[in-house]
């Protein structure tokens, strides 16, 4: 019984270490999407250079 009982602390006192913030991460470092815009298309030729260039900025700026 009294070896049942040491177990138990020890697992309680584990837990409580355990459950900790060591998955944190800083309000600062998070990304939130403050708005979203959909933009008619001018011409669909217009449009497709503008994407391609979007595209092409996003790929180079990428950190992937």
């Known amino acids: 019984m009294n070896k049942r009982i ?3 602390c020890l697992f309680v ?3 409580t270490l355990v459950a900790g ?6 309000i600062e470092e998070r990304g939130f ?3 979203v815009t959909i ?3 001018r011409s669909s030729e217009t449009e497709k ?3 391609k260039r979007l595209l092409t900025s ?6 992937f």
Do not use: F, Y
């Not at 913030?21 to 800083?26: G, S, T």
């Open 39 to 41: 933009d008619v298309p």
């Open 6 to 8: 040491v177990s138990l």
């Open 13 to 15: 006192t584990l837990l």
């Open 58 to 63: 996003l790929r180079a700026s990428s950190v």
């Open 21 to 26: 913030c060591w998955d944190q991460v800083q």
């Open 49 to 51: 250079k503008r994407i």
């Open 33 to 35: 999407v403050v708005g």
